[in-house]
C-alpha cells in the first residue's frame, strides 16, 4: 500500500521558516517523483516543487524560486521541503504527491498518482 504522510506544518510570523516532511512508503522510492502542492482557502491547488529521485532534477514556481528548497532523503524516503521568508500569501494547506512517470521539466503539470493529506501552514503576525 503507497502512503504518504505529511508534517511539520504550524504557524510561522512572516519572514520565517518551516519545513515540511513528507514520509514515504510503499513503493521504490527511487524510481518515483514527488512534489509538493498546495491550496489556499477559496482556490484551487497550485503546484509548488517537485524533485525526481531518479536523476535529482528540481522544478519550482516562480512565486517560491530563492525561498523554498525541496530535497530527498534516500536514507528514511522522505522528501523536505524548506521554506524560508515565509509571505502571508503561502499560507495554504501543502500536499505531496508522488508519481513514476518522468516529465522532465513538464514534470509539475503531468497528474499525480499518489497524494497525502495535507499539512496547514498558516503564515500571520
Known amino acids: 500500500e503507497v502512503r504518504l504522510v505529511e508534517s511539520g506544518g504550524g504557524l510561522v510570523q512572516p519572514g520565517g521558516s518551516l519545513r515540511l516532511s513528507c514520509a514515504t512508503s510503499g513503493f521504490r522510492f527511487e524510481d518515483y517523483n514527488i512534489a509538493w502542492f498546495r491550496q489556499a482557502p477559496g482556490k484551487g491547488r497550485e503546484a509548488v516543487s517537485s524533485?525526481?529521485?531518479?536523476?535529482?532534477?528540481?522544478i519550482y514556481i516562480d512565486s517560491v524560486k530563492g525561498r523554498f528548497t525541496i530535497s530527498s532523503d534516500y536514507t528514511k524516503d522522505t522528501v523536505y521541503l524548506q521554506m524560508s521568508s515565509l509571505k502571508p500569501e503561502d499560507t495554504a494547506v501543502y500536499y505531496c504527491?508522488?508519481?513514476?512517470?518522468?516529465?522532465?521539466?513538464?514534470?509539475?503539470?503531468?497528474?499525480?498518482?499518489?497524494w497525502g493529506q495535507g499539512t496547514q501552514v498558516t503564515v500571520s503576525s
Open positions: 504527491a508522488a508519481d513514476p512517470t518522468p516529465g522532465g521539466n513538464d514534470r509539475l503539470v503531468l497528474p499525480w498518482e499518489y
Open positions: 524533485v525526481s529521485n531518479s536523476d535529482g532534477q528540481t
